[in-house]
């Protein structure tokens, strides 16, 4: 089982900053990739941005050039920095990652609880 816990969320004005963290805990062999995803309410969950463990990312175009990810692998931790916010940005974002089993090589995604952003215009 592997435990994802997000922090970071809030309120911010438009063309604001905040910066979302998710450490990952438990067991695994290994951690694949790690990403943010986010639902607006009303809305589909829709991919934000995921890194893999090499370094490789990938984005959404809606937030390409104002969203960094970023991670550490030895503290299995992910980032998440988003500048320029605007109130299109709000809503909950979630946590995810792909790990390899610690007892078989087995691939499994696990979300977290979610940590609410919060746009204002």
């Known amino acids: 089982q592997v435990r994802l816990v997000e922090s970071g969320g809030g309120l911010v004005q438009a063309g604001g900053s905040l910066r979302l963290s998710c450490a990952a805990s438990?067991?695994?062999?290994?951690?694949?990739?790690m990403g943010w995803h986010r639902q607006a309410p009303g809305k589909q969950r829709e991919l934000v941005a995921t890194v893999t463990s090499g370094g490789t990312t990938n984005y959404a175009d809606s937030v390409k050039g104002r969203f960094t990810i970023s991670s550490d692998n030895a503290k299995s931790t992910v980032y998440l920095q988003m500048n320029s916010l605007k109130p299109e940005d709000t809503a909950v974002y979630y946590c995810?990652?792909?790990?390899?089993?610690?007892?078989?090589?087995?691939?499994?995604?696990?979300w977290g609880q979610g940590t609410q952003v919060t746009v204002s215009s």
């Open positions: 438990g067991s695994f062999f290994r951690i694949n990739a």
């Open positions: 995810t990652s792909r790990t390899v089993r610690a007892d078989r090589p087995v691939l499994e995604d696990y």
